[in-house]
């Protein structure tokens, strides 16, 4: 409880991508005090088979689960978090809650890590694995989930933690539903920590009703004289990049835009850190090969002006990241790319809804796309009456209170400088 009481004390900084290289410096030297990691990390008890590190899960009995998931989310598939675990920079080396049915079917999967690696606090808690985005829901059998999720908490108990967080969860999702449900056996109920809403494309609807409800047509008439001016360095032409051999060099075409402008001046690129660009690499290739990732691309002429990475898994698509080409800024390649990607996705019977996976109030997307999905970090506490939850609660308030203010700012900068993409 005493060390509980000094994190919740301390100034904690994120480590996170803030994109902005003054305010990591700062958080690096604000960091620099403290005690080293293994010192402070939470005791792990592992578990031969229900606590292991990530690249021991088998990948056959990984890709069964995530065909029959309760809840999709393409981060999570073995190609995608098998290639962050493996290269990503920051993201690689975690372990991962496993449940199972005889000790043979997989019933549920979480990659996992400490309060500490997550957070920089000493808390015995267990965190969903950062996936190099914004989303972490853990896959659960469709026909066992309410099973898979008691099971994923009883081995985090053994483990050692009094508490799961579940980072950037969809908070009216299915999973967190059968959490809920696992809970609610044992007299308990999810507590959720924050939540946003974000942008969300309903892929049922006809692409040009949503749009001209979405943009009206005076905002239509403005993208229609853009994309007739960005025509005019020749023909404007939307393509979809699936096969392996295909992907591979619109991935390049990606990673090229993706690193230029003042991204690449930030270094913040994908492709400008090693561990990075593998990553991308590797998991893309992965992906595509099993139809999970497609790279779309928007050329005028000979030129392409905007790119971006679209993973699938079951019945929803994941606007992954854009790459523009800012040369081409007052075009608004960003924007006429997601407008054919609009089209793209509604005319796809086999998808029903897109995640942006886009910070809350994107000025680029949000306008675009008007439906709204509910993310939150959900703490799922392990015991009844527990006296640490309310401490690890005031840990994390505290740590937001230092953080909130200078991510706002963050987002702000970030928002205007994407505003003209």
Not at 71 to 77: A, I, R, T, W
Not at 245 to 268: C, M, Q, V, Y
Not at 325 to 343: I, M, N, W, Y
Request: net charge neutral.
């Amino acid at each position: 409880m005493r060390c509980l009481a000094q994190a919740a004390r301390c100034v904690v900084t994120w480590n996170g991508d803030w994109d902005v290289t003054e305010i990591a410096d700062a958080a690096h030297a604000t960091a620099s005090h403290r005690e080293s990691a293994s010192a402070r990390a939470m005791p792990v008890k592992r578990d031969s088979c229900g606590f292991v590190p990530l690249h021991d899960v088998a990948a056959d009995r990984w890709r069964a689960l995530s065909d029959i998931a309760v809840e999709p989310n393409g981060y999570y598939l073995p190609e995608w978090e098998s290639a962050v675990n493996a290269f990503a920079t920051g993201r690689s080396d975690v372990d991962a809650l496993v449940a199972t049915e005889n000790s043979l079917r997989m019933i549920g999967l979480m990659p996992v890590v400490p309060a500490w690696r997550a957070y920089k606090l000493p808390l015995p808690v267990l965190v969903t694995a950062d996936p190099y985005s914004t989303l972490a829901t853990p896959l659960l059998d469709r026909d066992m989930a309410d099973g898979a999720a008691a099971q994923l908490m009883q081995h985090a108990r053994d483990a050692g933690a009094h508490a799961l967080i579940l980072r950037d969860m969809p908070i009216d999702g299915a999973a967190l539903s059968a959490f809920t449900r696992a809970l609610e056996r044992d007299g308990l109920r999810p507590q959720i920590l924050n939540s946003h809403a974000r942008a969300c494309l309903d892929a049922t609807r006809d692409a040009d009703d949503l749009l001209r409800d979405a943009l009206g047509p005076k905002k239509l008439k403005e993208l229609r004289r853009q994309r007739n001016r960005l025509a005019e360095h020749g023909e404007v032409i939307f393509s979809i990049a699936t096969q392996p051999t295909e992907i591979e060099r619109a991935l390049e075409t990606f990673l090229d835009l993706e690193a230029s402008g003042w991204k690449a001046k930030r270094g913040t690129a994908l492709k400008q850190d090693t561990g990075d660009a593998a990553f991308i690499r590797r998991a893309v290739t992965a992906m595509a090969a099993r139809g999970n990732c497609e790279v779309i691309t928007l050329h005028a002429g000979d030129t392409p002006v905007a790119s971006a990475v679209v993973l699938r898994h079951l019945d929803r698509a994941f606007y992954y990241k854009l790459g523009v080409d800012e040369r081409f800024a007052k075009l608004s390649p960003g924007v006429q790319l997601t407008l054919e990607l609009t089209r793209h996705l509604c005319a796809d019977a086999s998808i029903a809804t897109a995640d942006s996976t886009a910070a809350p109030g994107h000025l680029m997307i949000d306008p675009i796309w008007r439906g709204r999905l509910a993310i939150g970090d959900v703490l799922i506490p392990l015991y009844r009456r527990d006296p640490l939850i309310p401490a690890i609660r005031l840990a994390l308030a505290a740590r937001n209170w230092v953080r909130e203010p200078a991510r706002r700012i963050v987002h702000f900068i970030r928002q205007l400088r994407e505003k003209k993409s």
